[in-house]
């Protein structure tokens, strides 16, 4: 049985998670993402599209969730949030933990949790790693994506715990200001617990 590592990756929208975790699979590391399990569960077939159709029929559409649906419905309701949380949660920690068994041979296995710290799931991991970046590039950048407008970003940011307090609880903490930096920073953090030795 090898000593495995399980690194958690976290940080608040637009910080740069998604760039970190694409970066440390292409060093190799075998990556789980949280969004991207998120969705396939809102995905026609996915296991959240019936639970869902139960709570809000309306965000259910030929058969997926509607994300501008769920949008709206959550702008005029934000207790909505958590009974999607309620739904979505369970099937996040059985994929997670399928992930784990069938990756048991694997050094190194790193976690993209937006919500880490706020679903309490910090002391299931070896090593968590904070990505942050300043807030008129965190704007910048949220900007760009035009995925959500200012009112559904709020309800968002108002859920996440502030990125200063984030910073103090992760055992590493990457400044994402530039593609390069944070390739090194990834490259740095693998050779520091031994991830390329032979």
């Given at each position: 049985m090898i000593n495995q590592i399980k690194i958690a990756l976290t940080g608040s929208i637009g910080m740069g998670k998604s760039t970190a975790l694409k970066l440390f699979k292409d060093e190799g590391g075998f990556v789980w993402s949280a969004d991207e399990v998120v969705h396939k569960l809102y995905s026609k077939g996915g296991l959240a599209v019936a639970e869902v159709a139960k709570l809000i029929p309306s965000c259910v559409v030929d058969g997926l969730i509607s994300r501008d649906r769920l949008k709206n419905k959550i702008k005029k309701n934000k207790s909505i949030l958590t009974l999607l949380e309620n739904i979505i949660n369970p099937h996040l920690a059985s994929d997670r933990l399928n992930f784990i068994r069938n990756?048991?041979?694997k050094k190194v296995l790193v976690f993209d949790l937006p919500l880490l710290f706020e679903n309490n799931l910090e002391n299931s991991f070896d090593i968590i790693l904070v990505v942050s970046t300043g807030k008129e590039e965190q704007d910048k950048r949220l900007r760009a994506r035009g995925t959500m407008d200012e009112e559904f970003l709020?309800?968002?940011?108002?859920?996440?715990?502030?990125?200063?307090?984030?910073?103090?609880?992760?055992?590493?903490?990457?400044?994402?200001?530039?593609?390069e930096k944070t390739k090194q920073d990834v490259k740095n953090l693998?050779?520091?617990?031994g991830y390329f030795d032979a």
């Open positions: 990756n048991s041979d709020q309800i968002i940011k108002s859920r996440q715990i502030p990125d200063k307090e984030k910073r103090k609880l992760g055992h590493y903490v990457f400044e994402t200001t530039t593609l693998l050779k520091e617990i």
